[in-house]
């Protein structure tokens, strides 16, 4: 197949996050197209995780029969506005198995008619310079995207959706001799009465220890740095509790043990076997060489950069882990090409959800806004509000009790109170904070005196404490002062041109229902009375 196609978007991938970025480009009737390089969408749930069972969450049964509430704890469903077809749906299982995964991205798509193009491998992607700029760096004309089977797609931005599909070698001498987490046989027999390294701190490398827990007679989990338990952190991709029976193994003294330092070396001897040289971080020793008789790399992958011609390859950050991306989520260096998905967690590092469905599924949709907004004319989507403090407090209210996105995307998103000049108060759900001010200051949001960002946030140092500690206090859930708590909660914060004047905690509560009218609403319209929200009209604007 020869020929060449001009988009005004090109989505590269049709893994969860390009086809959710393809179901709104196909709702809001852009001409756009998905690649894929697979056979299907979701080609590399086909693969990974290798020993098949997912970590994301799939609660059926909740109790709720709110769909939006309801996504708070469905993890792998992607957005639509017609609220299907939902994984919930495809499998009971709270840790469902992957296979499952590809075949709801392929009924997702044909559902909602995504323009995908399967078994099409970009090879290559190029960029025409502008004629009307001259050419040179910095140039703004159209990309071209060569395909394996040689179509030349042509479009005006591109929409990244690729993952991270390279594993992350780490600089020391003889990585290169590790099988890694991508290769490594996932049989256990193999293993039996073998030494194993397990190089990697993440849930991958746990995973692949776990496997091996009832054939290798011993096993090494080595790695840099604490141990984050996410239960603890809240960050998910921190060791997840299904992953952590090795611990036990190591805790309980059968054979298994954690190595806290840094490889210095893999060697291999003549018979195959391996000699590996750890610093440890915590004890007296200064190195000490252990022999294996497998050693496997788990630790990660990086966005593969190299698809790009030089002059329009995006710059890369994290240890060049990821493209280094602006709060809109397009690459620092190159203009009109954005990026989605896992890829997208460099915002958010370690401190969110980007990294993850039911993370990301957010952040496209925030994406699409941005872009219709940007290249299209159109308004992010938002509702008047009447102009009293209690108004104002009972849509804050009406969204923290409801919002998925905001849950999902805890200190990342924010609702927006936008509070004009002219007494006008205007409610804009699920902005990005990051990209909350600029979008201000540039006006996408009308003549806004000053805003409310409201988000639900984890309280400060809260991956500090163990959350099963009890001589650790909390803020009590009758408590009225507007406090910071440890749990999740909602916050709101007063800004003007981008400074902080003023914020307001609600209190934690068990069940996450911040109704309470004593607790949660009086307050928050004290709260907000005190600070003279919404605000009379500045003379000579209405």
């Known amino acids: 197949m020869s020929g060449e196609e001009r988009l005004d978007y090109l989505v590269v991938g049709a893994g969860p996050a390009g086809t959710q970025a393809g179901y709104f480009l196909e709702r809001a009737g852009r001409n756009y197209l998905v690649v894929e390089a697979g056979e299907s969408p979701g080609t590399f749930f086909r693969r990974f995780p290798r020993h098949r069972k997912m970590i994301s969450n799939n609660k059926v049964n909740t109790g709720w029969d709110d769909p939006e509430l309801n996504l708070r704890m469905d993890w792998n469903s992607l957005l639509s506005q017609e609220n299907g077809p939902l994984f919930t749906a495809v ?15 392929a009924d997702f798509a044909a559902t909602h008619g995504i323009r995908i193009r399967c078994n099409t491998r970009i090879v290559r992607i190029s960029r025409e310079p502008d004629e009307s700029s001259g050419g040179g760096r910095g140039q703004r004309g159209d990309f071209l995207a060569h395909a394996e089977d040689g179509t030349v797609l042509r479009a005006r931005r591109i929409i990244a959706a690729t993952g991270v599909s390279r594993p992350y070698v780490p600089p020391f001498e003889g990585a290169e001799l590790a099988e890694t987490y991508a290769d490594v046989s996932v049989d256990p027999e193999e293993f039996t009465g073998k030494r194993v390294l397990v190089i990697g701190r993440g849930n991958s490398a746990f995973e692949t220890a776990d496997n091996l827990i009832e054939n290798a007679a011993v096993i090494h989990v080595a790695g840099p740095g604490s141990l984050r338990l996410a239960w603890q952190t809240h960050f998910v991709g921190h060791l997840r509790a299904l992953n952590n029976n090795f611990l036990d193994t190591y805790q309980l003294k059968s054979q298994n043990a954690l190595l806290d330092g840094d490889i210095q070396y893999v060697k291999r001897d003549d018979d195959g076997t391996y000699r590996v040289a750890v610093k440890f971080s915590r004890v007296a020793e200064v190195v000490k060489e252990i022999p294996y008789d497998r050693v496997i790399l788990a630790t990660g992958f990086r966005f593969d950069a190299s698809v790009f011609d030089e002059d329009c390859r995006p710059a890369l950050a994290i240890r060049d882990r990821f493209p280094a991306q602006t709060e809109a989520w397009e690459s620092v260096n190159v203009p009109d090409l954005f990026f989605v998905g896992t890829i997208t967690q460099v915002r958010d590092f370690k401190r969110s959800t980007s990294g993850f469905i039911h993370g990301f599924r957010y952040g496209v949709r925030a994406l699409h806004r941005m872009l219709e907004q940007r290249y299209h004319d159109r308004d992010w989507p938002s509702q008047d509000v009447a102009g009293s403090p209690e108004a104002v407090a009972d849509a804050i209210l009406a969204r923290v009790n409801r919002s998925s996105g905001l849950w999902q995307m805890f200190a990342f998103l ?64 009758e ?10 909660h909602p916050v709101v914060r007063l800004f003007q041109d981008g400074k902080v004047l003023a914020e307001h905690h609600l209190t934690e509560n068990l069940e996450n229902e911040w109704d309470s009218e004593t607790v949660h609403r009086a307050p928050l319209i004290s709260f907000l009375s005190a600070h003279s929200v919404p605000g009379a009209p500045v003379p000579g604007t209405s």
Do not use: M, W
């Open 414 to 477: 924010a609702d927006t109170v936008a509070l004009g000049a002219d007494g006008s108060v205007r409610y804009y759900p699920e902005v990005p904070l990051d990209h909350l001010h600029p979008a201000i200051a540039d006006g996408r949001f009308g003549a806004v005196d000053r805003c409310l960002a409201v988000t639900l946030e984890y309280g400060a140092d809260h991956d500090k404490v163990n959350p099963f500690d009890v001589s650790v206090t909390r803020v009590s859930q």
């Open 479 to 488: 408590s009225t002062g507007g406090l910071d708590g440890r749990y999740l």
């Open 91 to 105: 499998t009971p299982r709270y840790f469902p198995p992957a296979d499952a995964f590809v075949g709801y991205l």
